[in-house]
């Protein structure tokens, strides 16, 4: 009825511009339910991200906090800072991590690596990434890079390895410093090549917390080392 009146008032041509009409708006409204419908899913799923990297964190807190007690703490500190790394490299979703850990100056340093296949050029693109990271002194203790940004700083700071045509090139890179109370530099955690697009201000900020759960590891294997004479 309702639609045989229109017809009975309106010409054909006006018709027509009310159906094109409704027909828009149905469609913008189904848009602004998808994009709403979608921003929920994306809330939702990155809820479930967050407990899921928050749980993964609490295990390994408790774990460090065990292991740093380890009577024998040469070996403690190798398994605490492969399992760092190891947990560097899921929660960033990187295609390699590094942990480098140097208790005295000019000493020897300690290190874990959490790669598929290590690279035999890996070492040496670490030593440079770590020789940009000291360049730079980040007032955070943190630094986050594209790869068009590291292009960028190895012409900076003439980094002979990233300069190499035929060497590989990270596609990302994120670092974080391990440091001790009294400010001292203990090493740094490296992750590198995210499987997808670049890292974000979360890997960062993982990577972040992860370095201040292994310094505070670190310290506390060295005091309890120390008492135990």
Same mark, same amino acid.
């Given at each position: 009825?309702?639609?045989?009146?229109?017809?009975?008032?309106? *010409?054909?041509?006006?018709?027509?511009?009310?159906?094109?009409?409704?027909?828009?708006?149905?469609?913008?409204?189904?848009?602004?339910?998808?994009?709403?419908?979608?921003?929920?899913?994306?809330?939702?799923?990155?809820?479930?991200?967050?407990?899921?990297?928050?749980?993964?964190?609490?295990?390994?807190?408790?774990?460090?906090?065990?292991?740093?007690?380890?009577?024998?703490?040469?070996?403690?500190?190798?398994? @605490?800072?492969?399992?760092?790394?190891?947990?560097?490299?899921?929660?960033?979703?990187?295609?390699?991590? /590094?942990?480098?850990?140097?208790?005295?100056?000019?000493?020897?340093?300690?290190?874990?690596?959490?790669?598929?296949?290590?690279?035999?050029?890996? *070492?040496?693109?670490?030593?440079?990434?770590?020789?940009?990271?000291?360049? =730079?002194?980040?007032?955070?203790?943190?630094?986050? @890079?594209?790869?068009? *940004?590291?292009?960028?700083?190895?012409?900076?700071?003439?980094?002979?390895?990233?300069?190499? #045509?035929? /060497?590989?090139?990270?596609?990302?890179?994120?670092?974080?410093?391990?440091?001790?109370?009294?400010?001292?530099?203990?090493?740094?955690?490296?992750?590198? *090549?995210?499987?997808?697009?670049?890292?974000?201000?979360?890997?960062? #900020?993982? =990577?972040?917390?992860?370095?201040? @759960? #292994?310094?505070? #590891?670190?310290?506390?294997?060295?005091?309890?080392?120390?008492?135990?004479?």
């Amino acid at each position: 009825v309702l639609l045989a009146r229109l017809r009975s008032d309106l *010409d054909s041509a006006g018709l027509e511009d009310l159906v094109r009409a409704a027909g828009e708006f149905f469609l913008e409204a189904v848009s602004a339910f998808e994009v709403v419908r979608r921003a929920l899913q994306d809330a939702r799923e990155t809820a479930l991200v967050e407990r899921r990297h928050a749980a993964i964190l609490r295990r390994l807190s408790h774990f460090l906090a065990d292991a740093s007690l380890a009577l024998d703490a040469s070996e403690s500190l190798d398994e @605490m800072l492969q399992l760092v790394a190891e947990h560097a490299r899921e929660l960033t979703s990187a295609d390699r991590c /590094a942990v480098r850990l140097t208790l005295e100056e000019d000493g020897p340093s300690i290190e874990a690596f959490a790669v598929d296949e290590h690279d035999p050029g890996f *070492d040496s693109q670490l030593n440079e990434l770590s020789s940009l990271y000291r360049a =730079l002194e980040p007032p955070t203790g943190s630094l986050r @890079m594209t790869s068009p *940004d590291l292009e960028r700083h190895r012409e900076a700071h003439a980094l002979t390895e990233l300069k190499d #045509a035929t /060497a590989w090139k990270p596609r990302g890179w994120v670092a974080a410093a391990l440091t001790g109370l009294d400010g001292r530099h203990l090493g740094l955690i490296q992750a590198l *090549d995210k499987q997808t697009g670049d890292f974000t201000e979360l890997d960062e #900020a993982i =990577l972040v917390q992860l370095a201040q @759960m #292994a310094s505070a #590891a670190v310290e506390r294997a060295q005091l309890y080392r120390r008492i135990q004479g």
